[in-house]
């Protein structure tokens, strides 16, 4: 079993706070009967981290997240009467200073493919000028991103391409296993602002991890394509994504 990190962790510096809170999320989360059916959380782990070392201001009181962690991520999904997911999330993430909360739906099934409109909306704890940022948007019938401002505009981002199945970053968390055996094409709405379009999904490597004695087997992807720097997903073996591995964070289950 690995006692040290894969080459997908994209740590500049390899070290052991890290690795310590990344295992100690996974055994909070396995050692638990959570099955993140409804509601998942995960603690959002800084790659750089020791150019992260601070504390921030919120509301007059000193908050820091201890060690490499910079933030949470919790995502709640209730089932709703036509067939659909309700899917609320929210993210607080200390070096950027911002929580952003997301509302949006989509199907009710092993892809959980994107559906009505979405809202999106940020505010800031910095000492800054700029103090939040709300929008909403939809694909229209021919396939077309549009996204509404608060002051009224509208714009359009770009289209999904036919035969595509169109998911945001935090429903592929759920269903990367699935889209893979399938061989589905997938649009991913990034941040839900922003499309990335065919994207391709690889099986690189498998790796098991010691968690407090136990063995932890996780499948590993590669997704890439134009316009996205590559994410790694190590999924356990109930298609949950248990790490995700972005440029800047490390998203790691916790409960």
């Known amino acids: 079993m690995q006692n040290t990190l894969h080459w997908s962790f994209n740590c500049i510096k390899l070290n052991q706070s890290f690795f310590n809170e990344?295992?100690?999320?996974?055994?909070?989360?396995y050692a638990s009967s959570n099955n993140c059916n409804e509601i998942c959380r995960y603690n959002i782990l800084a790659n750089n981290y020791w150019n992260w070392q601070f504390t921030t201001q919120r509301q007059n009181n000193t908050k820091g997240y201890p060690g490499t962690k910079v933030g949470e991520l919790s995502i709640t999904r209730k089932a709703i009467d036509n067939g659909t997911l309700s899917h609320r999330i929210y993210q607080d993430h200390s070096v950027a200073a911002e929580y952003k909360e997301y509302t949006l739906t989509s199907s009710n099934d092993k892809?959980?493919?994107l559906t009505g409109d979405w809202q999106m909306k940020t505010s800031s704890y910095d000492i800054d000028y700029y103090k939040g940022f709300t929008c909403c948007g939809r694909i229209s019938e021919k396939g077309i991103l549009e996204i509404d401002l608060a002051d009224g505009v509208t714009y359009t981002a770009g289209?999904?391409?036919?035969?595509?199945?169109i998911l945001t970053q935090w429903s592929f968390l759920d269903t990367i296993d699935e889209i893979y055996k399938d061989k589905r094409q997938v649009t991913i709405l990034w941040d839900t602002l922003t499309l990335k379009r065919h994207r391709e999904i690889n099986h690189f490597d498998d790796m098991v991890l010691d968690i407090e004695g136990k063995p932890l087997m996780l499948?590993?992807?590669a997704v890439s394509g134009e316009g996205l720097e590559t994410t790694y997903f190590w999924v356990d073996r109930n298609g949950k994504t248990a790490i995700m591995i972005?440029?800047?964070d490390t998203y790691v289950i916790t409960r």
């Open 111 to 113: 892809y959980q493919e």
């Open 246 to 248: 972005t440029i800047f």
């Open 22 to 29: 990344l295992k100690s999320s996974l055994a909070k989360y």
């Open 159 to 165: 289209s999904v391409p036919d035969g595509s199945i």
């Open 219 to 221: 499948h590993g992807y």
